[in-house]
């Protein structure tokens, strides 16, 4: 392959296009199925921009034809459904990576509009529905399904239902369902599902096919925050209903950077352990400025790393920011998370802390700081954000130790709250 692109510019211009619409040359793993799967969803998720219309578009190319490794025989009926008649036609058929663009034009299909069909030389044919309209699907019959933008959908769940009830022609009637993740309880299913193949891509895997500009702006402006991360990087962004702390709240208090701040402190929240299967050490910075705004700096939190690693993780933390204090959690181990930070740096001064009260009593006066409107975020912090999102009475979901939430609880309440949580007097 890397030979053939060197010799790219040697050849003539026609065949140059006719490889550049070679998907077996230029579709990425994650955009390929295999032959004879055992799956029958096939569910793509990725970032804005990462390829998913390309990927469905070429599958029910390679279906139609009966073109290997997609299919061993052409499937003469297809669905094409999207959330409105009009993305269907833009993105699915018209679009610049859709299925009238990715054909060669002697097995292109003929596009009917006033019919809202596909028609393939082979007899093949692609109807189009949309989520506005459910019972459009109630009746017609296919062998294949391409679904895009699913979290999208109005009437999602009726929608899927007469889809699934509509494939039923050929031996294993398959589905493509291309979209960019939310939460939604149809795509935890499909995510739970053995059955459901699934592929992941970021929008900075198709970085040779986007500006970039557009990559360092997108970058610059969403990366690690909510809305980045779930239409840049294609994550489903998780959150608890009874948690602490709400995503739409962090991004109300997200900052590009701190201001000078008075104050600053690392906390440190040891594993219960020396394991390497132990717990994760929180390691989390934050300063408090004149104003007596609190600012969350930065999360340097380790998983399964020796005393002496996370000692001198805190350390370090600490002498990059200029802290004051690190303040270290001694419940578990007692003096052992002390001596072992005064072992790498005898120099640092530690305010030891013990917890007297539940996790969750101890967070809900710093989650009060942020309802307040006195806590910021400087940058994103994004595992550290999923543990305050999913953080409630009866602690994370995972039933894992928050080791990051504990660590910020420390440094803000070390900042800003006095004795059983109390609001220190602003002014310092």
Known sequence: MKLFLKLLPDLPPELVRLVEQEWTFYGRADQKSRRLPPWWIWLVLGGRGAGKTRTGAEWVKGM??????????????????????????????????GLLAIHHRWEKPVWSPSRRRLEWGNGAIAQVFTAEDPEGLRGPQFGAAWSDELAKWPNLQETWDMLQLGLRLGDRPRQVVTTTPRPLPLIRRLLDDPRVAVSRAATSANRFNLAQSFLDNVQEAYGGTRLGRQELEGEIVEESADALWSRALIEEVREREAPALARIVVAVHPPASSSKRADSCGLVAAGIDRDGIGHVLADATLSGARPHEWAQGAVALYR??????LVVEVNQGGEMAESVIREVDPGVPVTAVRASRGKFLRAEPVAALYAQGRVRHAGAFPALEDEMCDFGPTGLSSGRSPDRLDALV???????????????VRGL
């Open 64 to 97: 139609a034809l009966g073109l290997a490794p997609i299919a061993t025989e052409p499937i003469g009926r297809i669905a094409l459904i999207g959330e409105t008649q009009a993305q269907v036609r833009d993105v699915m058929i018209e679009g610049v990576s």
């Open 320 to 325: 990059r920011l200029e802290a004051d204090a």
């Open 410 to 424: 420390w440094a803000l309440t070390h900042l800003m709250l006095g004795p059983k949580g109390r609001p220190r």
